[in-house]
């Protein structure tokens, strides 16, 4: 907490995908220029913000325990005299905002993930209330609200971005969705599908770059359904963006995430044979293999499509590995339908996957389906499912084995000496290797492939290997 006068510090926790991730960078742009500094723990700060995930339930139930925790320190420091702001942001402010209030009356703000950039005056509107309370009058109401879907676009009242990590940086290009897969909040906490137009799209990724980014992630929902405007008033896809960003100086690796099967052009399978820069990695989420599950989760795809992609991107690119999505358990699945999803899994071979039980989330069509299936039957097919992704995982780092690859290094290892960093692959490696070595592609000969990460040695010449020691 700070003493009178000092500046104010601000804790940010983030829950879930890495559009929260973004969206926390860009909250901490913005309180930084209202003159906040970042705090190390809640314990320091005098404003604490959870960015919360929605998508499972799970996700949002951490958040109440969160707000316990922080609703004892807030009670603590009250009774000396100081205070503690509490702001909730992010999906499960959109979806339960009412419910937060109403179960954890210490909240103080809650923010939606279209309105964050009206922080600015809802801690000012936090602040009067608060120096109201002090002087002993009743507050009418709970805490501050604005969950709205603004008209405005939030990334126009944005400050630049700072958050390069490492040579690294997200870039959220499209949000939203339209397409109500029956099992899935997003659209209804994220709005309806929005993509960014061209040009600020390419301004903030050469500030990125200019800031010491060498590899920028697209971010959308579904990025690859982008459509941004570009200033002849043409809508470019997310190929033709992926060309014009492939052309800045000094980018060197290009990603994006996450994609959905329906909306992958033939433009964007040629990109990823064109675009040296563009990573050999893809995260499709596909869900199910099954068709009849496929169409009940209104997916408005079928597996084949999903084996047909696979090919395709492989013939255009040999060595792009492939991530994907799975929920188990939908209602309605069968063991005839789970079994469909294993043998897509085995045909396509991934070289990494998510995997998770279907949760019922309230709102959704799935929420009210029939033959809901049983947690053990769930719990039983993902225990089965990890198995076979894990083994197919492991698989394909030990293919990777004996090659010299470049690896971009994030952080510092456990171990001291110890840098650890991505392949083009996206798969985790571990070397021994020079603190400067972050933030930089460093050729990597990898030793050794274990479940979850590789071994990796150092190979640079000679006299690199003296430059960088230098
Ligand atoms: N837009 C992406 C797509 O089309 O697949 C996915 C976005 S969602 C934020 C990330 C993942 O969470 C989904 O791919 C899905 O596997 C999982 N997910 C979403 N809703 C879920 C639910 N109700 N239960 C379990 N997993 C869920
Ligand atoms: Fe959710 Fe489906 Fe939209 Fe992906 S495509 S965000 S799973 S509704």
Redesign the pocket.
């Known amino acids: 907490m700070t003493a009178q006068g000092a500046q104010r510090q601000v804790f940010i926790r983030t829950y879930g995908c890495q559009m929260n991730v973004y969206d926390s960078d860009r909250m901490a742009d913005l309180l930084l220029r209202l003159g906040y500094a970042l705090a190390p723990s809640p314990e320091q700060a005098d404003l604490v913000v959870l960015n919360t995930c929605h998508i499972r339930e799970h996700a949002s139930e951490k958040v109440y325990s969160e707000l316990g925790r922080l609703r004892d320190i807030k009670v603590e420091r009250r009774s000396t005299g100081g205070d503690l702001t509490i702001a909730v942001a992010g999906c499960v402010a959109q979806a339960e905002g009412g419910e937060i209030a109403k179960r954890q009356p210490a909240v103080d703000i809650l923010v939606g993930p279209q309105a964050y950039h009206r922080l600015p005056q809802l801690l000012a509107e936090a602040e009067r209330r608060a120096a109201i309370r002090k002087a002993g009058k009743r507050l009418p109401g709970a805490g501050v609200l604005d969950t709205e879907f603004p008209v405005e676009s939030k990334f126009d009242h944005l400050p630049a971005p700072h958050g390069v990590r490492a040579g690294s940086a997200f870039l959220s290009i499209q949000e939203g969705?339209?397409?109500?897969?029956t099992?899935?909040?997003?659209?209804y906490t994220?709005g309806a599908e929005y993509s960014r137009p061209v040009a600020p799209v390419l301004a903030e990724a050469r500030q990125l770059v200019a800031a010491g980014a060498i590899e920028i992630t697209l971010l959308g929902?579904?990025v690859n359904a982008y459509h941004g405007e570009a200033d002849d008033g043409s809508a470019w896809s997310l190929a033709r963006l992926i060309r014009a960003l492939a052309e800045i100086d000094g980018l060197a690796r290009l990603r994006y995430t996450?994609s959905?099967p329906r909306d992958v052009g033939d433009d964007l399978i040629a990109v990823h044979g064109e675009v040296p820069v563009l990573m050999p990695y893809l995260h499709l989420?596909v869900?199910s293999g099954s068709d009849r599950i496929l169409e009940a989760m209104?997916?408005r795809h079928g597996r084949d499509l999903f084996r047909r992609l696979a090919d395709r991107l492989r013939e255009v690119r040999p060595d792009m590995a492939l991530s994907s999505d799975f929920i188990v358990g939908f209602p309605g699945e069968r063991d005839a339908d789970f079994d469909d999803t294993m043998r897509l899994i085995e045909e396509v071979c991934l070289a990494s996957a998510f995997s998770f039980k279907y949760s019922r989330r309230p709102g959704t069509p799935g929420w009210a389906m029939a033959d809901q299936v049983p947690e053990n039957v769930k719990a039983a097919r993902l225990a089965a499912m990890q198995a076979l992704l894990g083994r197919q995982a492991h698989n394909f780092n030990l293919s990777k084995v004996g090659e010299t690859v470049p690896v971009l290094y994030a952080e510092a290892g456990r171990r001291p000496g110890q840098i650890v960093g991505k392949t083009p692959w996206l798969q985790s490696v571990y070397a021994e290797g020079l603190g400067r070595m972050v933030g930089q592609i460093v050729e990597t000969r990898l030793v050794e492939g274990h479940a979850n990460s590789l071994a990796g040695e150092i190979a640079l010449q000679p006299e690199r290997a003296r430059e960088a020691a230098a």
Do not use: E, L
């Not at 969705?177 to 897969?181: A, G, I, S, V």
């Open positions: 969705c339209d397409k109500f897969c099992f899935c909040v997003v659209p994220r929902q579904n996450t959905h989420p869900q209104n997916r």
